[in-house]
């Protein structure tokens, strides 16, 4: 088991406000991709890989003093759009493999939920979803994204914008494993792509079609992201 944190983007969002990356927004005297590490190592003595793109002498030089940790350069992060990063580290890595984003932030508990698992793509979804998201003080319908899984918790369907009514019980987290398994189909499927503007959760649909499970756990443990700089103040 491996661990890649996808810090390449260019935090377009907030970067303005803050005049670097979301990753090193600060919480309780930590920064954000700090704390993910310092999860993942009081869990597993694994390998920690960062991809990084825009502003990555930043990031380094804020966690230089982390032991062990290895870098991917995405060198098109300006083109292109998370979903490259997340294809260098399964080119890079031949292994089960946890995925985070890294303007997230979440209970350890999560990560223990996932790194055990096997054979299936995990995909945690948030069950309290509503709850995050008012305290955010977004739009459901301008901010969230549909979500459908089916009786055996496989996912369906995800990225849709939600359409009033409907009901969307979850939340994509930005935290999800590849078992090693699948790294050789979902490359391929990438090379196919003739798009270099494609979400992850686009292109976890293009997968499903394609065959490939995606097996989502339910949980309501405490989450929250920093999407702009309203989120964190609202945090």
Same mark, same amino acid.
């Given at each position: 088991?491996?661990?890649?944190?996808?810090? +390449?983007?260019?935090?377009?969002?907030?970067?303005?406000?803050?005049?670097?990356?979301?990753? @090193?927004?600060?919480?309780?005297?930590?920064?954000?991709?700090?704390?993910?590490?310092?999860?993942?190592?009081?869990?597993?003595?694994?390998?920690?890989?960062?991809?990084?793109?825009?502003? +990555?002498?930043?990031?380094?030089?804020?966690?230089?003093?982390?032991?062990?940790?290895?870098? !991917? !350069?995405?060198?098109?992060?300006?083109?292109?759009?998370?979903? /490259?990063?997340?294809?260098?580290?399964?080119?890079?890595?031949?292994?089960?493999?946890?995925?985070?984003?890294?303007?997230? !932030?979440?209970?350890?508990?999560?990560?223990?939920?996932?790194?055990?698992?096997?054979?299936?793509?995990?995909?945690?979804?948030?069950?309290?979803?509503?709850?995050?998201?008012?305290?955010?003080?977004?739009?459901?319908?301008?901010? +969230?994204?549909?979500?459908?899984?089916?009786? &055996?918790?496989?996912?369906?369907?995800?990225?849709?914008?939600?359409?009033?009514?409907?009901?969307?019980?979850?939340?994509?987290?930005?935290?999800?494993?590849?078992?090693?398994?699948?790294? @050789?189909?979902?490359? &391929?499927?990438?090379?196919?792509?003739?798009?270099?503007?494609? /979400?992850?959760?686009?292109?976890?649909?293009?997968?499903?079609?394609?065959?490939?499970?995606?097996?989502?756990?339910?949980?309501?443990?405490?989450?929250?992201?920093?999407?702009?700089?309203?989120?964190?103040?609202?945090?």
């Amino acid at each position: 088991m491996k661990f890649v944190l996808l810090a +390449a983007g260019k935090s377009s969002r907030i970067y303005n406000k803050i005049k670097k990356p979301k990753c @090193l927004l600060e919480v309780n005297g930590k920064t954000l991709i700090e704390k993910i590490i310092f999860d993942i190592r009081r869990l597993s003595k694994s390998k920690i890989y960062i991809v990084l793109g825009f502003k +990555a002498d930043m990031i380094k030089k804020r966690i230089q003093s982390i032991s062990n940790i290895k870098f !991917i !350069i995405n060198k098109e992060y300006n083109s292109k759009d998370m979903l /490259h990063s997340f294809i260098l580290g399964l080119k890079h890595i031949n292994d089960d493999i946890v995925f985070s984003y890294t303007d997230i !932030i979440f209970e350890k508990k999560l990560l223990k939920s996932i790194i055990s698992k096997k054979n299936n793509i995990y995909l945690p979804v948030l069950k309290n979803w509503k709850q995050v998201w008012r305290q955010r003080k977004k739009n459901f319908y301008e901010d +969230a994204e549909d979500l459908k899984i089916d009786k &055996s918790n496989f996912l369906l369907k995800i990225g849709d914008k939600i359409k009033k009514n409907s009901n969307v019980k979850y939340q994509y987290m930005g935290l999800f494993m590849v078992p090693k398994e699948q790294r @050789l189909k979902i490359i &391929s499927l990438y090379n196919k792509i003739k798009t270099d503007k494609l /979400h992850i959760t686009n292109f976890f649909n293009i997968m499903i079609k394609e065959g490939v499970k995606i097996k989502c756990l339910k949980t309501s443990y405490k989450w929250y992201e920093f999407d702009d700089w309203q989120d964190y103040k609202n945090y």
